[in-house]
Every structure is written in C-alpha cells, then in structure tokens.
T-cell receptor, first 115, second 115 residues
Framework: AQTVTQSQPEMSVQEAETVTLSCTYD???????LFWYKQPPSRQMILVIR??????QNATENRFSVNFQKAAKSFSLKISDSQLGDTAMYFC????????????FGQGTRLTINP | DTGVSQDPRHKITKRGQNVTFRCDPI?????LYWYRQTLGQGPEFLTY????????KSRLLSDRFSAERPKGSFSTLEIQRTEQGDSAMYLC?????????????FGEGSRLTVL
C-alpha cells in the first residue's frame, strides 16, 4: 500500500518569504500522480499543483513549484513570495492512475504566513 | 455557487443515534467521493461512486456506514449507531470522468461530533 509522509506538522514564515514544505512517499508503482492540496481555515480543500511521475520537468503554477525527486521518492512544495492568503493546511497526496481517483493523503502541514 | 455543497455543516449527536449527511456534487460531474478526516490527519478515502454505481468501498467503511447515490446526482452517507470514534469531518468531493487528472473538487465538509 502507498504511504505519504509529511514530517513538518507546522511551519511559520513572514510574508514575502519563500517556504518549502516536505513530502515523501512510498510506492512500488512506476507511474503515478502526486499533488499538493490546500485547505484554508473553514474552507474547502483545493488543488494547488499536480505532478505526473513520468514527467521529469518539475511542475510550476505561478508562485508554487515542486521539486520532484523520483528516485528519492520526495515531492516538496515551494511557495515563493508568500502571501497572507497562503495560510492553510497543505496536504501532499498520491494517486495511482486508475479509474477511481482515490487519493492517499499525508498528515498535512499547517502553514502560517505572518504579516 | 456551483461548487460541491454538503449538509449539514455541523452535527452533534449522542452515541447510538443515526446520522445522515448529504452531498450535492458539481452538476456535470459523474464521480463522487466520500472521505473522512480526523483531527490532525489527512483525509482518508471511504467510498466512490460513478454515476449511481458504488464502485469501491474502503475497509474503513464498517457495516454501520452506508452510502447511496440513487439517481447519480446527490449522495447520502448514513452512519448508524454512532460511536465516539466516528467523530470526524466527512468530506465529499466530485470529479469528471476521464483523464485521471486527480483533481477532486471538495465540499466544505460535514463535521460530526458524537457525545
């Protein structure tokens, strides 16, 4: 079974700083998808960024980018120029390419951006 | 608002009572998911529907839990004879078929407290 581990329960940075959230996973699959989801306080979870394992190029979405190290099974999220609205729980998630988009989530990292 | 909606948002019940949660997915989405999120943890997959067919159930879904999606639109999740361990946030998500992109659209969740 796949497992996803986020070793940083909480992080806190100042506005405009860069922050990196860590995620490692365990799988025997060669093809899969990895995701970062954001869950703001009392609001619904939304997709931040997605990486397909067969793509070597790291995904980027505006201020959000990932560092995908397939051999090390590592998938970190970098947030540049952090903003107050980035304050949220961040979940790393894994998915096998199959009919059911069943995600396996990590425990989450609570990120606080301070003014 | 055409997002995923869940009702009720909060439910407090006494141990042994039955509770039912409702989820209305995004109208054009034919896939619907239920996840459970306990405090300090990431969401865990419970079950998945494609149209009205329940295609997968987690072992977490004991026989006290039942989910339906009778007309392939809204879904209900019923918990019978609730236990204190059932206290959690129950998240519903939906997605469109195909692509295996992994992007789920989540509702804000229904928080259950069992006293």
């Amino acid at each position: 079974a796949q497992t996803v581990t986020q070793s940083q329960p909480e992080m806190s940075v100042q506005e405009a700083e860069t922050v990196t959230l860590s995620c490692t996973y365990d799988t025997s699959e060669s093809n899969y998808y990895l995701f970062w989801y954001k869950q703001p306080p009392s609001r619904q979870m939304i997709l931040v960024i997605r990486q397909e394992a067969y793509k070597q190029q790291n995904a980027t979405e505006n201020r959000f980018s990932v560092n995908f190290q397939k051999a090390a099974k590592s998938f970190s999220l970098k947030i540049s120029d952090s903003q107050l609205g980035d304050t949220a729980m961040y979940f790393c998630a894994f998915m096998k390419p199959m009919r059911a988009q069943k995600l396996v989530f990590g425990q989450g990292t609570r990120l606080t951006i301070n003014p | 608002d055409t997002g995923v909606s869940q009702d009720p948002r909060h439910k407090i019940t006494k141990r042994g009572q039955n509770v039912t949660f409702r989820c209305d997915p995004i109208s054009e989405h034919n896939r619907l998911y239920w996840y459970r999120q306990t405090l300090g943890q990431g969401p865990e997959f419970l079950t998945y529907f494609q149209n009205e067919a329940q295609l997968e159930k987690s072992r977490l879904l004991s026989d006290r839990f039942s989910a339906e999606r009778p007309k392939g639109s809204f879904s209900t999740l019923e918990i019978q004879r609730t236990e204190q361990g059932d206290s959690a946030m129950y998240l519903c998500a939906s997605s469109s078929q195909g692509g295996g992109t992994g992007e789920l659209f989540f509702g804000e969740g229904s928080r259950l407290t069992v006293l």
